[in-house]
């Protein structure tokens, strides 16, 4: 009945329709904008858009200039409109005082969701998988458990250590080849990216210590330098290179299934073809974890009762809660073994959270180090002191918690330049902070450049400062410094990040002591 009404429609008509419908959902949208609970300031918002229109056109994309405009012009507390999956756009509160995250960030915090239910990790595939993004809080809680035992264990920073100094001997080698021969030196014949080789060694590393198996990012770089036929066989090294490029694919793409509608994804050409793209990628990820784990299943089974297994985080979730682990007590449904999905997103997930938020920290940390000819001196004077001129023998554990400086050191830059400038939190029940009381759902965002930033927390904190973190007593404001999240969703990495971060840079400056 309906599309016979349609049949009988002009343009003319089909034009009035749609502008009926426009103009009907605009009046709706700004009804329910103007009506809003606790409304706040904050910039103007669009239908469909939010404020895209403003980070595009006021400051070229850049959200962090547009986080920080908002800070200083509507203050502590204020909203901002986004886009986000199958909602045409989302009032986020955004957060900049430490006093507000008490019921985010405290031990006794029970809000856990980072973002609101969507269609987008349906489509995915990972809804209810993994810990970064589930929304399901009983698969989620159980995921992380299993995640933090496996790389918070005193074996697994054992290993962490072991890995560290072996691959950095490598890396080591590949530069003397390539840089720092005394003929090369003289010509200036290359020019050695710490960034990008720190990339490559943060990369092998993580893939190292999370599923066991070597990839051969620095010897796939190093490759691109000579014309020599590399030792190791060639189907590994493709493997490895197609493997991160999957990786990266999925980084920079997967954020089309959270900000562009399912309408968009699935009919319109572009975002389809992107959409279908990143499914395809996912397919493969997934593949490539699917294969390693039934590798190391089979190489589990082959080693003896008797024989100790590798401390790598995939052998202790496969063999979590079985007759394999110490620790096993059979106690039904509560203590079951972890499935293979399970394994794979947890995997996935700590590969991509591990790698990249390290590899941009550390090119942070050399640009500080080199900017601050001060404190250089000061780190290679607690270098000294406890090395003893030993450049020979590896960093151990006890030089971990004896390096307080280089420790003070990435403290500061995580403070100055924090990798995540903000991150969200969501509501799943009704809830007073920040003197209102928010509904089941809303969405906050804590701004962390403005805590970070904030003259009532941080002395000077526009200057670069490591030895504030040197003052006896010192302690910085409760929440007022976010390195690595808290609350429930305090970063299960945070020990290994540090582990790689304090011991490349005393690498680093030991073997290489750059120059200003």
Not at 179 to 199: H, M, R, V
Not at 214 to 240: A, G, Q, V
Not at 459 to 465: I, M, R, T, Y
């Amino acid at each position: 009945m309906n599309f016979k009404l349609l049949e009988n429609f002009e343009i003319n008509d089909y034009i009035l329709l749609l502008s009926t419908i426009l103009i009907t959902h605009v009046a709706y949208y700004y009804y329910s904008y103007f009506t809003r609970i606790n409304p706040l300031p904050g910039p103007f918002p669009f239908p469909f858009i939010g404020n895209l229109p403003q980070i595009y056109w006021l400051f070229n994309g850049d959200s962090r200039k547009f986080y920080n405009y908002c800070y200083e012009k509507y203050g502590d507390i204020h909203e901002i409109y986004s886009t986000y999956s199958n909602f045409a756009n989302v009032r986020s509160i955004v957060l900049c005082r430490s006093d507000y995250l008490e019921n985010f960030l405290s031990e006794k915090s029970t809000h856990w969701m980072r973002l609101p239910n969507c269609k987008g990790p349906e489509e995915l595939g990972i809804e209810g998988k993994g810990v970064v993004f589930n929304t399901n809080f009983k698969s989620w809680i159980r995921n992380r458990h299993f995640f933090s035992q496996a790389i918070l264990s005193p074996k697994f920073a054992n290993e962490a250590i072991h890995w560290t100094n072996v691959l950095f001997i490598e890396l080591e080698s590949y530069w003397d080849k390539l840089f720092f021969k005394e003929e090369i030196i003289k010509e200036n014949k290359n020019i050695l990216n710490i960034s990008q080789w720190f990339n490559h060694y943060s990369t092998d590393l993580i893939i190292k210590l999370l599923t066991g198996e070597r990839s051969y990012l620095m010897t796939t770089y190093f490759n691109t330098f000579i014309d020599e036929k590399p030792d190791n066989p060639s189907e590994i090294i493709e493997d490895s290179v197609k493997l991160v490029q999957a990786l990266n694919k999925h980084i920079t793409g997967y954020s089309i299934f959270y900000i562009i509608s399912p309408f968009l994804r699935h009919y319109i050409p572009f975002f389809k073809n992107k959409a279908d793209d990143i499914l395809q990628n996912m397919g493969f990820l997934n593949q490539v974890m699917s294969t390693i784990i039934k590798r190391r299943r089979k190489e589990i089974e082959d080693i003896p009762l008797n024989e100790p297994l590798p401390h790598d985080m995939l052998t202790s979730m496969i063999i979590k809660n079985t007759f394999r682990d110490v620790n096993y007590i059979e106690a039904g449904e509560v203590a079951r073994s972890m499935t293979e999905t399970e394994i794979r997103f947890s995997l996935l997930e700590g590969i991509l959270g591990g790698n990249y938020k390290n590899a941009n920290m550390f090119s942070f940390i050399i640009y500080y180090i080199l900017k601050n000819p001060d404190v250089k001196k000061k780190m290679i004077e607690e270098i000294d002191k406890i090395f003893q001129g030993d450049k020979i023998r590896p960093i151990t554990k006890d030089d971990f918690y004896n390096l307080n400086y280089c420790e003070a050191i990435v403290k500061e830059v995580a403070r100055i330049i924090p990798i995540m400038r903000s991150f969200a939190r969501c509501i799943d029940k009704t809830d007073e902070i920040a003197g209102y009381k928010w509904p089941a759902d809303t969405l906050f965002r804590i701004n962390i450049d403005a805590i970070h930033y904030n003259k009532n927390y941080w002395e000077e904190p526009d200057k670069f400062n490591p030895d504030r973190w040197m003052v006896e007593g010192f302690e910085s404001k409760k929440y007022s410094f976010i390195m690595f999240g808290g609350g429930l969703r305090l970063c299960p990495g945070r020990k290994l990040a540090m582990i790689e971060l304090i011991f490349a840079c005393v690498e680093l400056l030991v073997e290489i002591k750059p120059r200003n």
